[in-house]
């Protein structure tokens, strides 16, 4: 059974799922509210919270025009220049330091998704446990490279992402010697929507990988995740933000607190429902046997008597034989006297 590790926690069917909280540009550009969203991460019992390495230069031009503009209608962004966006969500990389040690001190896994390749050379000098692949760049074979060859395990988002894209970028990682690679199903929309999410991609992405498969999700509320846990997720992945009310780069698709703490405790409902196949009662359920309806003497008859559909009847509790011998028993003679209430077995007639 594909396994995995992040940190100190293993990632697992056997395991409850692994609760990534993306920091993401919520922050809006203050080290203060980065570190109440670490607390509120912590608090709200997630397991790690994730960070993006890049600045406005690293990851495009400084160009106010033509391809550079977002102009996509019901695009959250529409309107600004794609070097106007990442200057209002970048993470300065003064800041990744503290907050990861803020995170270590409320006991949250830190890790982050580089964007380039100084991106990494700067995260491993913060020793980073894991690295994230966005889904915009699950093509970008030179950065797959470059995170794979750190040996550290490998988080990969499949947002837009064809199936020999996938198997290109898997081989890459795998090529220069990435041991572990946890893929996350994801819908580059923001907001996504849950008919366009595809949760039922996910066991076919286990078996076609051989890899543990998560959600990366951007829809709004927990559904979807907890859709996902029932189908074999054993990593969630949401974006998240004290409150969508403040703004943000992307507070629309955000949850809040109150929303992550309900993740975390119905996703781990989810996967303890899962339990294995079984038929029969549970342990559990050993009890509640008696309440079934089995066969009783509904009158006081005597030695001798027969029994008919007066005298006997199929009633809770569960005590006597089983419903399905009524007919069987109808007719016979009982051998002593009874009182109403009897449990109806074979040796009274």
Not at 13 to 38: D, W
Not at 195 to 215: A, Q
Request: glycine share 8%; aromatic share 6%; proline share 4%.
């Amino acid at each position: 059974m594909a396994s995995g590790k992040i940190g100190n926690i293993n990632i697992g069917l056997r395991e409850k799922p692994f609760i990534i909280a993306e920091m993401s540009g919520n922050h809006n550009q203050s080290l203060e509210r980065a570190f109440e969203i670490v607390e509120a991460a912590a608090k709200a019992g997630a397991h790690a919270l994730k960070l993006q390495t890049y600045t406005a230069d690293t990851i495009t031009l400084d160009i106010k025009e033509g391809d550079f503009v977002i102009s996509e209608e019901n695009n959250l962004w529409q309107g600004q220049s794609l070097y106007e966006l990442y200057q209002k969500a970048y993470t300065p990389w003064e800041w990744h330091e503290p907050i990861m040690d803020k995170a270590r001190q409320l006991g949250l896994i830190c890790f982050s998704s580089p964007f380039d390749e100084s991106a990494v050379d700067f995260l491993e000098t913060l020793n980073v446990p894991a690295y994230k692949i966005a889904s915009f760049e699950n093509t970008d074979i030179p950065l797959i490279r470059k995170v794979a060859a750190t040996g550290k395990p490998m988080i990969m988002s499949t947002g837009m992402a064809t199936l020999e894209e996938l198997s290109e970028s898997i081989s890459a990682a795998k090529h220069v010697g990435c041991e572990e690679i946890i893929l996350l199903k994801c819908t580059s929309t923001y907001p996504a929507s849950p008919e366009n999410s595809n949760v039922l991609t996910i066991p076919d992405m286990r078996e076609r990988f051989n890899c543990e498969v998560g959600l990366s999700d951007h829809t709004m509320g927990i559904g979807t995740a907890i859709a996902a846990v029932a189908h074999g997720a054993t990593v969630i992945e949401k974006h998240f933000t004290l409150n969508r009310n403040d703004g943000g780069v992307d507070s629309a698709f955000s949850i809040e607190p109150n929303e992550l703490a309900a993740l975390v405790e119905e996703t781990e409902r989810a996967w303890h429902a899962l339990g294995s196949v079984s038929y029969g009662p549970t342990k559990a359920e050993e009890e509640s046997v008696k309440g079934r309806r089995s066969l009783y003497i509904a009158q006081d008859i005597k030695a001798g008597d027969v029994l008919n559909k007066e005298n006997l009847r199929c009633v809770r509790p569960g005590h006597g034989l089983a419903p399905k011998h009524y007919e069987q028993v109808l007719g016979k003679k009982v051998i002593r006297d009874l009182k109403k209430g009897t449990p109806m077995n074979w040796d009274l007639v």
